[in-house]
């Protein structure tokens, strides 16, 4: 029987705006993100500045030069920098650091995790208080496959996502050094450790 990847076993308190949705297998949450956050916006408070599908805390920092495609959530006291892009589908928890040129689609990033400068997250979902360091990925798409679907291996198992496009899991506490990789389909637990340059491609013990 096919294994079963919960999002709660990776990540402690995912924010209760995703109640309903945190039992999806984390390819079927990405991949309907952007309907679950519209679903999301009609239930913020006064608290939130909202216009065109995109909301961001009236605490959160916003500098220049940031590119915002509906539909967004930024929580309290996120910082945001300068030149970053965010694609279709973002919801950023509290106390959310993104550094400088810094490219997210299709994501969830829980509360006080750091994603620094240069970096990608595409459709992943990144646990608290992780760190991503300068220039490391979260890939999403095999660009160099004719067979583009997605497996994930888990516990000595292959699992077929059935998607295309898919990223990440990253459980709290996690440490992603400079330039690593993380490469599609990448489930890591809690308190994982990725070296500086490392690539992560836990397919290849299937290969």
């Known amino acids: 029987m096919e294994q079963k990847i919960n999002v709660t076993d990776f990540i402690s308190n995912i924010s209760e705006h995703f109640k309903t949705s945190q039992d999806l297998p984390p390819w079927e949450f990405t991949s309907n ?3 679950i956050i519209e679903r999301i916006l009609p239930n913020l408070n006064s608290d939130f500045e909202i216009m065109d599908g995109i909301a961001i805390h009236k605490s959160t920092v ?6 915002i495609k509906r539909p967004f959530i930024a929580m309290e ?8 892009y965010f694609r279709e589908g973002v919801f950023l928890d509290k106390s959310v650091k993104i550094g400088p040129s810094t490219e997210v689609k299709s994501s969830i990033i829980c509360a006080g995790t750091a994603i620094a400068h240069l970096n990608y997250i595409g459709n992943s979902i990144i646990g608290q208080n992780v760190n991503f360091e300068a220039g490391s990925i979260a890939a999403n798409h095999y660009n160099e496959r004719d067979d583009k679907r997605i497996w994930i291996a888990y516990n000595n198992e292959l699992i077929d996502t059935g998607v295309e496009k898919f990223g990440a899991l990253v459980g709290d506490n996690s440490r992603i050094g400079a330039n690593g990789v993380l490469s599609p389909g990448t489930i890591l637990n809690k308190n994982a450790i990725v070296k500086r340059l490392e690539l992560i491609d836990q397919q290849q013990c299937f290969l």
């Open 33 to 35: 993100l952007k309907a």
């Open 62 to 67: 916003v500098e220049k030069g940031v590119t």
């Open 77 to 84: 006291n996120c910082t945001i920098a300068a030149n970053t």
